[in-house]
């Protein structure tokens, strides 16, 4: 089991940059593959970005490729979300996840089985 706890969540500019994190504890993090998710108000919870266990590949949703980056240090057991030219439609709670040990990499969200409690990124016009 892990346990997963994002930070670095805030309000920003549209156009602006923000680096989410999520730190995880418990079984050995590079056994996991990791996702983030988003979910806006009175929406459903949506794909944002997926990695491998050991990094070296990764996925996106299309309304961020291109802007957004996952990445992972398997050392620090921290997943990354660096953001860019943030819009407002960018603007939700995001989750980072992780399905049971051993699953491979997926943008399915019944897939993942632990979840962290989620941080705030509001984008202003």
């Known amino acids: 089991q892990v346990q997963l706890v994002e930070s670095g969540g805030g309000m920003v500019q549209a156009g602006g940059s923000l680096r989410l994190s999520c730190a995880a504890s418990?079984?050995?993090?590079?056994?996991?593959?990791m996702g983030w998710f988003r979910q806006a108000p009175g929406k459903e919870r949506e794909f944002v970005a997926t990695?491998?266990?050991?990094?070296?590949?990764?996925s996106y949703a299309d309304s961020v490729k291109g802007r957004f980056t996952i990445s992972r240090d398997n050392v620090k057991n921290t997943v990354y979300l660096q953001m860019a030219s943030l819009k407002p439609e960018d603007t939700a709670v995001y989750y980072c996840?992780?399905?049971?040990?051993?699953?491979?990499?997926?943008?399915?969200?019944?897939?993942?089985?632990?979840w962290g409690q989620g941080t705030q990124v509001t984008v202003s016009s």
């Open positions: 990695i491998n266990r050991g990094g070296g590949s990764t």
């Open positions: 996840a992780a399905p049971k040990a051993g699953v491979p990499s997926d943008r399915w969200i019944s897939r993942y089985a632990y």
């Open positions: 418990g079984r050995a993090f590079s056994d996991y593959a």
